[in-house]
C-alpha cells in the first residue's frame, strides 16, 4: 500500500497570504496525484488532478505541482473560504488500491 | 452534468447489514469508462476508500474490508450498491459515493454523502 503523508496537519495563516500544503508518497505514483477541498458538512470538491491540472471551475489561484513521490498544492492568496481541510489522492497500478492522505487543516489565523 | 445520490438506512444495529445504493443522474454507468466508488469518513476522520465496480460488474475493494464489502451495479436502473456486514460502531461514518476517472484517478464528481449510524 502506498501511504500519502500531508504535512503540515495545520497551518494558520491569514486572508491574502500564500499556503503551501505538501504531500510525500511513499513510493512514486508518477504524476497521478488529485487535491480535494473540503469544508464541514460536504463532500471532498476535487481541485486538481495528474499533479497539476485544475478541475472545471476551479480557480487560478490554486495550482499543484510535483512527481514521483513529492507534491504541492500552493493558494498564492488565501480568500476567506478557502479555511477547510484538504486532502491528497492516488490510485496504485497494481493491486489498484486508493489511498488518501490524512489531511491538512487550513485554519484562519 | 452527473450527479450522484446516496440513499439508505442511517441507522443500523450492530452485527447487521449495512445497505446504500447510489443513484447516478445525468449520464450513463453502461457508457463506461469510469470506476462506480464507495468512499467513507468516520466523524472527524479522513477518507477511506471502500472499493469499485466497473459497469461490466468487475470490482475491487480496500483489503481492510475486502472480507466484508460487496459492490454490486444494476445498469437498468443505473445504480450501484455497496453491503457491509456484520457491521460494529467502528463502521459509523459518512458514506459518499463519487465516480472515479481510472488513469490519471480522481473522484469526481461525489454525492453528498450519507451518515450511517451503528448502535442497538
Known sequence: ?109 | QVQLQESGPGLVKPSQTLSLTCTVSGGSISSGGYYWSWIRQHPGKGLEWIGYIYYSGSTYYNPSLKSRVTISVDTSKNQFSLKLSSVTAADTAVYYCAREAPTPSFFDPWGQGTLVTVSS
Not at chain 1, 458538512?41 to 478541475?55: C, E, F, H, V
Not at chain 1, 493491486?95 to 484562519?108: A, H, K, M
Open chain 1, 1 to 109: 500500500e502506498i501511504v500519502l503523508t500531508q504535512s503540515p496537519a495545520t497551518l494558520s495563516l491569514s486572508p491574502g497570504e500564500r499556503a503551501t500544503l505538501s504531500c510525500r508518497a511513499s513510493q512514486s505514483v508518477s504524476s497521478y496525484l488529485a487535491w480535494y477541498q473540503q469544508k464541514p458538512g460536504q463532500a471532498p470538491r476535487l481541485l486538481i488532478y495528474d499533479a497539476s491540472n485544475r478541475a472545471t471551475g476551479i480557480p487560478a489561484r490554486f495550482s499543484g505541482s510535483g512527481s514521483g513521490t513529492d507534491f504541492t498544492l500552493t493558494i498564492s492568496s488565501l480568500e476567506p473560504e478557502d479555511f477547510a481541510v484538504y486532502y491528497c489522492q492516488q490510485r496504485s497500478n497494481w493491486p489498484p488500491e486508493v489511498t488518501f492522505g490524512q489531511g491538512t487543516r487550513l485554519e484562519i489565523k
